[in-house]
Structure formats: C-alpha cells, structure tokens
T-cell receptor, first 114, second 115 residues
Framework: NAGVTQTPKFQVLKTGQSMTLQCAQD?????MSWYRQDPGMGLRLIHY???????DQGEVPNGYNVSRSTTEDFPLRLLSAAPSQTSVYFC?????????????FGPGTRLTVT | AQSVTQPDIHITVSEGASLELRCNYS??????LFWYVQSPGQGLQLLLK??????LVQGIKGFEAEFKRSQSSFNLRKPSVHWSDAAEYFC?????????????FGRGTSLIVHP
C-alpha cells in the first residue's frame, strides 16, 4: 500500500496561474479531504468528499475547486493563484468507519505563489 | 459546529521530564477526539483517539490522553519525554452524530525538548 500520495512535493506559481494538486489513495477510503497549513493557524479544511461524486466546502474554500470522479482520486484545483494561497497543502483520507476513523495524511505539497 | 482550542503555542521540556499538552473543545455532546503528531517536514500521524468508554486512552509512542467531560478537555500526557518527541502536536474533534465526520483541528502546540 502506498497510502496517500500527493504530487508535486513543491511548486512555485506566479499570480494568476492555475494548477492542480494531485491526491490519490489506495486504501478504498470513502472520505477524502484537503487542508492547508499556515504558521500559527493549524490545519484548515478547504474541501472534503464523503464519496465519489460528492463534495462539500470546508472552512476556507474560496479560490479552490475539487471533484471526486473516482474513489481513489481527489484533485484540488487553484483557478487563479494568489499570494495568499502560499501554504502547505495536505490531502487526507479515512474510511469513516467508527472502528477506524483515523485520517491518513499525505506528505504534503509546499506551494509558493509569487 | 465543533471547535478546538490548544492554549499553548510552544511548550519546552527537558528530556526525561513529564509532559502535558492541553486541548479544550466545544461541542454540544461528547465528540470524537484525536491527537496527531507532525514531525518536521512530514504529514500528520495519529497518536490516539477517543470515541466512548474508558476516559483514559493509550496511544502509540507511550502517549496517553484523558477525556474530562466536565472540563471539555482532552489533554495529552507522557511520563518521560524523549528528544525524538520534539514535533508539532494537534488536537482534533469530530462530531459524533450527523455532520461530515471530518475533524476540526486545533492550531497546534510545538514541543521543544532540551537535552
């Protein structure tokens, strides 16, 4: 099992550019989510999905889009990058089952917007 | 909606000393509670979780946490800290009924361990 994988590990964008952060998991987890981590702010939820075809907004969704066409993949799209989106992005998945309920995190993508 | 507060941004302890990291939550009922650890440059790893039952839960790496309903707290403890415990620690809370079961994280406590 690779667990949760994220690509790329690092990315530099110019203001206004668009890009997609990739996230994949091979554990057949129903729940997937995207967080951003900023100094002193902890992890803030951007978007999440409770299954293929179902997504919802988290705490800080503006400027980001997601889709969930398969159970395995949950890409995060930045439509027009802004310096405020400079952050470390983590993707996570969980089975949602009460007996587990553990979130498995990817290694993160460090994004800089200039 | 649930929320979680970690009042300490940084904690410094000496190696071998005991440790307690504080976590307070806000939720209308008993939530699901978690502690995660993040080593530098890494993702988060689950240390322990509380769903129901015994209020003292044991986790990995010698950590334990105690759920106190009267204080809305879920503090993390370790009797003797090792230098390798230096990391960022996050408390998280998830709703136990309804909702998305996606946890809300606190802002984290950075643990510094002196030799």
């Amino acid at each position: 099992n690779a667990g949760v994988t994220q690509t790329p590990k690092f990315q530099v964008l110019k203001t206004g550019q668009s890009m997609t952060l990739q996230c994949a998991q091979d554990m057949n987890h129903e729940y997937m989510s995207w967080y951003r981590q900023d100094p002193g702010m902890g992890l803030r939820l951007i978007h999440y999905s409770v299954g293929a075809g179902i997504t919802d907004q988290g705490e800080v969704p503006n400027g980001y889009n997601v889709s969930r066409s398969t159970t395995e993949d949950f890409p995060l799209r930045l439509l027009s990058a802004a310096p405020s989106q400079t952050s470390v992005y983590f993707c996570a998945s969980s089975s949602g089952a009460l007996s587990s309920y553990e979130q498995y995190f990817g290694p993160g993508t460090r994004l800089t917007v200039t | 909606a649930q929320s979680v507060t970690q009042p300490d941004i940084h904690i410094t302890v000496s190696e071998g000393a005991s440790l307690e990291l504080r976590c307070n939550y806000s939720y209308g009922a008993t939530p699901y509670l978690f502690w995660y650890v993040q080593s530098p440059g890494q993702g988060l790893q689950l240390l322990l979780k509380y769903f129901s039952g015994d209020t003292l839960v044991q986790g990995i790496k010698g950590f334990e946490a105690e759920f106190k309903r009267s204080q809305s707290s879920f503090n993390l403890r370790k009797p003797s800290v090792h230098w390798s415990d230096a990391a960022e620690y996050f408390c998280a809370v998830a709703p136990s009924s309804g909702g998305s079961y996606i946890p809300t994280f606190g802002r984290g406590t950075s643990l510094i361990v002196h030799p």
